[in-house]
């Protein structure tokens, strides 16, 4: 059974960070690419990062949203079955539900393209001052 636990979530002030989890249990994360997606209240879901499984010619690349480009770094832990997501110089606009997404590949289609299969609950990031 696929489950996805993300964590780390909270309340920040503006400039502070966060580092989130993504525990995966059910599969084997080695061989799959984790995208990290986000949605605000009252607006679309919008992919933040992508990084690619740790096998084959792309192993472990990372894409990231213009938007987080230089603040947030994705990373994995395939012993630990965790991918993180280290948030920095958090801001007003980075305040969302975020969530983690195991594409049906190995391999990232930029930050959020292809096809995901299972998703986790979220984790809540409150930024604010």
């Known amino acids: 059974q696929v489950q996805f636990v993300e964590s780390g979530g909270g309340l920040v002030q503006p400039g502070g960070s966060l580092r989130l989890s993504c525990t995966v249990s059910?599969?084997?994360?080695?061989?799959?690419?984790i995208t990290w997606f986000r949605q605000a209240p009252g607006k679309g879901r919008e992919g933040v990062s992508c990084?690619?499984?740790?096998?084959?010619?792309?192993?472990?690349?990372?894409y990231y949203a213009d938007s987080v480009e230089g603040r947030f770094t994705v990373s994995r832990d395939n012993a630990k079955n965790t991918v993180y997501l280290q948030t920095n110089s958090l801001q007003s606009e980075d305040e969302a539900d975020y969530y983690c997404?195991?594409?049906?590949?190995?391999?990232?289609?930029?930050?959020?393209?292809?096809?995901?299969?299972?998703w986790g609950e979220g984790t809540l990031d409150n930024v604010s001052s």
């Open positions: 997404a195991r594409h049906t590949l190995g391999y990232c289609r930029g930050v959020d393209g292809g096809t995901m299969d299972f």
């Open positions: 059910g599969f084997t994360l080695d061989y799959y690419a």
């Open positions: 990084i690619s499984s740790s096998v084959g010619s792309s192993a472990a690349n990372t």
